[in-house]
């Protein structure tokens, strides 16, 4: 079974950064896509970003594009989002998930992030 771990949130002001890592294991496909959700109290889990293990293309959300970078170590299957400038409306649990490279079509929309569990998250908190 695919089995996430993700990492590196906190507590921080506004503007400042952290750096979240997505531990991934479990899985038996070689080429593969990571992307980074979040969800905020009350509200739907959003995209936030994602990238691709073949050829490290990536794609953002709008709001967080400039502001946050997507990396992979594919050595070590682990995905990273550094977030700077944060803001208030950042605050949310951050998740990752793995998708086939397959049936990735480029960005963190359809049904193909669904297709594992879910990890446990971490949360992010910026304050004012």
């Known amino acids: 079974d695919v089995q996430l771990v993700e990492s590196g949130g906190g507590l921080v002001q506004a503007g400042g950064s952290l750096r979240l890592s997505c531990a991934a294991s479990g899985f038996t496909f070689d080429d593969y896509a990571v992307g980074w959700f979040r969800q905020a109290p009350g509200k739907e889990r959003e995209g936030v970003s994602t990238i691709s293990s073949r050829d490290g293309s990536t794609y953002y959300a709008k709001s967080m594009k400039g502001r946050f970078t997507i990396s992979i170590n594919n050595a070590k299957n682990t995905v990273y989002l550094q977030m700077n400038s944060l803001k208030p409306e950042d605050t949310a649990i951050y998740y990752c998930?793995?998708?086939?490279?397959?049936?990735?079509?480029?960005?963190?929309?359809?049904?193909?992030?669904?297709?594992?569990?879910w990890g446990q998250g971490t949360q992010v908190t910026v304050s004012s």
């Open positions: 998930q793995v998708a086939e490279l397959e049936y990735y079509t480029g960005n963190f929309y359809g049904p193909i992030w669904d297709s594992n569990a």
